[in-house]
């Protein structure tokens, strides 16, 4: 808690004899709190009345600034990290329940179709016991997601995005290989760390990594780059929320279900997904993947658009007449896999 400041300030007229008297006063609360509070529960905290990077996610320290080396043995941790002035979390073991910043779907977790990623500042909620885990978060946002995706040039950068008002840190870069024959469908993506392997300049929207992407692989396939931020949208605020949870049905066989919902007034969306996994034999799985999606989304000449004119394939208006009662699309995906590992 800082003290409150006060100036005075004099300033006198002498043909009048009056004095007059300017005050300016500013006043911030500040804390921060870590501990046990009862058993095996952990709680942090933070508070800050005047908090300065209400536009930036996850405050990191980019480690090139300040000193360029920290120490031998050093390791930089994070905590109470949210761009709203408050943040709480409570843990006990794997469970946890917090409000600040994070991700909706955690990198190191397995992406799966239905899958629903977002940088947002809100509540999350973990448990996790034994053969039954789950996840469920919420947040109310004016902010929208971008995702742009260019083909690597061979050069380390710089990278331009489409939109220059991305917040700070709200980044995240795969590097993605297609199939040259079926560009759909993606060999393989790998995730970008910030600081590590590349910078992201938000005013200027150019991004410059560490190592040059290249253009193709070793197979000739496609490199591109996979850039997903947030921009502030300046309209009204909506919520984000969503679901996911495993169950683990017998030694081997796991399902998992994922919900997010989107209620976005321009482009409201849901996503939906569900995942069998099984480990039939040794060094053998099958897993079996859905999802379903629906939004209000138009086709408009081959372009997506939320804009529902008579030019959106989906609106059923007369043509030259704007479209009356818009169909929401959707779609359905479904993926099988068999992988074998041995000698």
């Known amino acids: 808690m800082s003290p409150a400041k006060l100036d005075n300030f004099h300033d006198w007229d002498d043909t009048h004899q009056s004095g007059v008297i300017y005050q300016n006063s500013a006043r911030r609360a500040a804390a921060f ?8 529960y952990v709680v942090t905290g933070s508070y800050d009345s005047q908090k300065i990077n209400r536009e930036k996610f996850f405050s990191d320290i980019n480690p090139n600034d300040y000193y360029p080396i920290y120490g031998d043995t050093s390791v930089v941790h994070y905590d109470a990290r949210s761009t709203s002035k408050l943040y709480a979390r409570v843990d006990q073991g794997k469970n946890y329940f917090m409000f600040g910043d994070y991700l909706s779907h ?4 397995p992406m799966r179709l239905g899958s629903y990623s977002r940088t947002l500042n809100g509540i999350r909620a973990h448990y996790d016991h034994g053969s039954v885990a789950g996840t469920a978060f919420a947040a109310k946002t004016s902010r929208t997601t971008m995702v742009d995706e260019q083909p690597g040039l061979g050069l380390s950068g710089p990278y331009a995005v489409s939109r220059l008002n991305a917040l700070t840190n709200s980044e995240q870069i795969n590097i993605v290989v297609r199939d040259r024959y079926q560009p759909a469908l993606v060999v393989s993506s790998k995730p970008m760390t910030r600081h590590v392997d590349y910078e992201f300049e938000p005013f200027s929207g150019r991004i410059l990594f560490r190592e ?3 253009s193709i692989d070793e197979n000739l396939n496609p490199v591109s780059i996979r850039v997903s931020y947030e921009v502030e949208g300046g309209g009204p605020k909506y919520w984000v929320a969503g679901v996911d949870g495993e169950v683990t049905l017998a030694p081997g066989m796991v399902v998992s279900g994922r919900y997010a ?3 976005n007034p321009l482009t409201d969306k849901t996503l939906a997904g569900a995942t069998a996994e099984w480990k039939v034999g040794e060094g053998t799985r099958l897993m079996l993947d859905l999802a379903h999606s629906s939004g209000s989304e138009f086709l408009s000449n081959g372009a997506f658009t939320t804009q529902p004119t008579y030019l959106a394939g989906r609106g059923g208006g007369a043509q030259g007449s704007p479209s009356l009662l818009p ?6 995906a479904y993926r099988a896999e068999v992988s074998h590992q041995s000698e």
Do not use: M, R
């Not at 709190?33 to 095996?40: A, E, N, P, S, Y």
């Not at 955690?106 to 977790?109: G, Q, T, V």
């Not at 169909?327 to 359905?332: A, K, L, Y």
């Open 33 to 40: 709190v870590k501990g046990t509070l009862i058993q095996d």
């Open 261 to 263: 919902k989107d209620e």
């Open 212 to 214: 040059p992407v290249p």
């Open 106 to 109: 955690e990198a190191s977790s």
């Open 327 to 332: 169909e929401n699309p959707s779609g359905n």
